[in-house]
């Protein structure tokens, strides 16, 4: 369908690789509709002269917002009272029914200091958690109560690991087997990044051997599948990508996509060309 273009608008379901590059000799410019931009094969673009361009900033809040519906979600247990309710399960108020763990006090763990995690650390002031990050660069301009830490000892003390890296060939896989074994048993995961940040066979190995308390995920290896081990088990919390998806959002991508993929065509700087 590109032959013959100059220009790609591409959705982060969309393989840009370089069968599809070749397909179009005239292009000029990806301009992905998305801020995370794995979808896309950048050596390929880049020895072709194709500017690749992303959306990061406007969907920042949204997505720390996501993060925070499930880091509510998970340790509150609201997807398993929701089933309850709606299946007509639900006999009473009772003491110790789907009974949760507190906020407050609790520490976060912000894998990746970038603007996401940032925001998702911000808003961990209002809900009274502690905050413990790693970052690939010192971050002098941090609220000085949030620690910086090794990956591991993150692991270790946080109750809420959130992940908030860009998948690379250095994240893939982030957590594995040996990471998930460094987490205490009462802590929960939460993935509103890349699915391929987790290995979905060993979180699930994990979460029936009871090594961690739950996951909350937005994002999966190979989505739309979700691992069937996820699928059935209550203490995962499944949303379908939902991070960036709210209509101002949205529209501030468009326009986004817009203004860089015109750029490009019209000679100019794009704002938000991916150079690494
Ligand atoms: C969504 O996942 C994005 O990277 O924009
Ligand atoms: C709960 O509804 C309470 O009043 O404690």
């Known amino acids: 369908m590109i032959a ?88 009473g108020w009772a003491p110790t029914q789907l009974l949760g763990m507190d906020l407050r006090g609790a520490m976060l763990g912000v894998v990746g200091m970038g603007r996401i995690g940032r925001a998702v650390a911000s808003r961990a002031n209002g809900f009274g958690m502690r905050v413990v990050f790693t970052a690939r660069r010192p971050m002098p301009d941090v609220d000085p109560d949030w620690r910086a830490a090794s990956l591991p000892d993150l692991l270790a003390t946080a109750d809420v690991v959130s992940l908030h890296v860009p998948l690379t060939d250095q994240t893939r896989h982030l957590l594995g087997p040996d990471q998930l074994a460094m987490m205490k048993p009462t802590a929960y995961v939460v993935n509103t990044s890349r699915g391929s940040v987790i290995d979905e066979v060993a979180l699930a190995d994990a979460l029936e051997a009871g090594r961690i308390a739950g996951a909350a995920l937005d994002v999966y290896e190979r989505e739309p599948q979700v691992h069937p081990r996820l699928l059935s088990s209550e203490r995962v919390l499944l949303l379908p990508h939902l991070g960036s998806a709210t209509t101002e959002t949205r529209e501030r991508m468009g326009s986004m996509v817009v203004e860089n993929l015109l750029a490009v065509l019209e000679g100019r700087r794009p704002p938000n060309a991916v150079d690494e």
């Open 4 to 91: 013959g273009h100059h220009g790609l608008v591409a959705m982060l379901t969309d393989r840009i690789d370089a069968e599809v590059l070749d397909a179009a000799p005239t292009l000029r410019v990806v301009a992905n509709y998305a801020a995370g931009y794995n979808n896309i094969d950048l050596a390929a673009a880049r020895a072709r002269g194709i500017v690749v361009t992303n959306t990061p900033g406007v969907l920042t809040d949204a997505t720390a917002d996501l993060t925070w519906a499930l880091i509510l979600g998970i340790t509150r247990r609201v997807g398993e009272g929701e089933r309850l309710v709606r299946a007509g399960r639900w006999t």
